[in-house]
């Protein structure tokens, strides 16, 4: 089993900064490919960004490449997801998700999901 719990959304303004923290436990998370997922009213869960279980490997959708950055510490057994330069469109619950396999974009290949965050970015 695998806990996630995240934290550190809010309403930002177009062009600040705002970074996410998913807090994990479990005895196989530091093994485990972690991901960044949003949602809107209305619409699927969509694909955010993801890292390998030792940070080698990172995938971005095309909407936030060059702007978000996914990172993991697993001393502190926490993934970041930095937000630069966010733009209304940004705003959304964001998920933390777990998985066993690879850093992938599909939702249904992730087994832990954390209660959400939302973000809200004003211009």
């Known amino acids: 089993q695998v806990q996630l719990v995240e934290s550190g959304g809010g309403l930002v303004q177009t062009g600040a900064s705002l970074r996410l923290s998913c807090a994990a436990s479990?005895?196989?998370?530091?093994?485990?490919?972690m991901a960044w997922f949003r949602q809107t009213p209305g619409k699927e869960r969509e694909f955010v960004a993801a890292?390998?279980?030792?940070?080698?490997?990172?995938n971005y959708a095309d909407s936030v490449k060059g702007r978000f950055t996914i990172s993991r510490d697993n001393a502190k057994n926490t993934v970041y997801l930095q937000m630069n330069s966010p733009k209304p469109e940004d705003t959304a619950v964001y998920y933390c998700?777990?998985?066993?396999?690879?850093?992938?974009?599909?939702?249904?290949?992730?087994?832990?999901w954390g209660q959400g965050t939302q973000v809200t970015v004003s211009s």
């Open positions: 479990g005895r196989t998370w530091g093994r485990n490919a």
């Open positions: 890292i390998s279980w030792n940070g080698g490997s990172t």
């Open positions: 998700a777990s998985t066993q396999g690879g850093p992938g974009a599909y939702s249904r290949t992730y087994n832990y």
